[in-house]
């Protein structure tokens, strides 16, 4: 069984190496790491060559700038010759033990196709915060109508896990998810209309209708870069909306009554908060805009005092 590990990369010099290094250390060594570098202007695609030419398993490409993760991850997944695919962010890392956990799992689990970990989270320091992310939001407790099988740390979650990512947590993270190839490239790669949540949106249309497999321990840590995307407050609530606002044109085909008008809300708020947002900023026409959509979702007298606001903003 092979592994390929896709990373984008874009002005990490500083960490990198340390990424890279997560990837070599690992005790399970059939595996090709494909780095994408995406018109870096750092010594980042120096680096690359430098571990390029240490190890034939590590392959370099290069490309024009595109300012998204998911056309750097979709040209690698296209490079891929691997069995599964995986991916990690230039400024992560994998634990020692991911690749052989994840390849004791696909060979006890054949049926299987897409499985995920917990994962450690931790400053640009490298002080932990969160030990256990996942178990920190007491998602197996929330999930475990879903689980078919568990043993020690493997679980596996029937093919109704897709409903509790709409309505309760999506649960899944980049550096914490390995699928298999065939699937992968069956189901299609990273939208690069999304700017932000083309993995969430990935994800769905993964889980959808399938079993999903999970082991219970962090196979690798996401470190809180400061001038990570998520820290941009508007940029990532547009994205997280218009992910989620997308995927319930799909989910309303498979979710129960009760489910949709659970996950009806949830879409709603996130507009609600784009509208909020965009009012105490004094954007007026923005603010509008978010909180018609948020009434559209879920019509209530709140929605109706909130439009009222924005509309009596600057009159």
Known sequence: MKFSIIMPAFNCEHFIDEAIQSVLNQTYENWELILIDDGSTDRTWEKILEWQASDKR?????????????????????????????????????STSKLQLFNQFFNKHKQIELCFSDLKTSSEDDEVIKSKYLEDRSFLKLSNEHISFREQKEIVFNDSFYHFMCCVMTAIYTITIV?????????????????????????FRLALNRPVGYIDEALACYRMNSNSITKENERYMLGTYFTHSTNLLRASAVLSNEERHVYKNKVSEMAEHLGYFYRVNGQRENALRYYKKSYIHKPSTKGIFNLL????LSV
Do not use: H, M
């Not at 595109?66 to 979709?74: E, I, L, M």
């Not at 040209?75 to 695919?85: L, M, Q, T, W």
């Not at 606001?309 to 009596?312: D, P, W």
């Open 309 to 312: 606001k924005a509309y009596l």
């Open 58 to 94: 590590i392959l370099g490409f290069t490309q024009a700038n595109s300012g998204k993760p998911s056309t750097a991850r979709n040209r690698g997944v296209e490079k891929a010759s691997g069995d599964y695919i995986c991916f990690l962010d230039s400024d992560d890392y994998f």
């Open 179 to 203: 699928i298999r190839s065939d699937l992968l490239k069956d189901i299609g790669k990273f939208d690069e209309n999304f700017v932000v949540g083309e993995d969430v949106d990935l994800w």
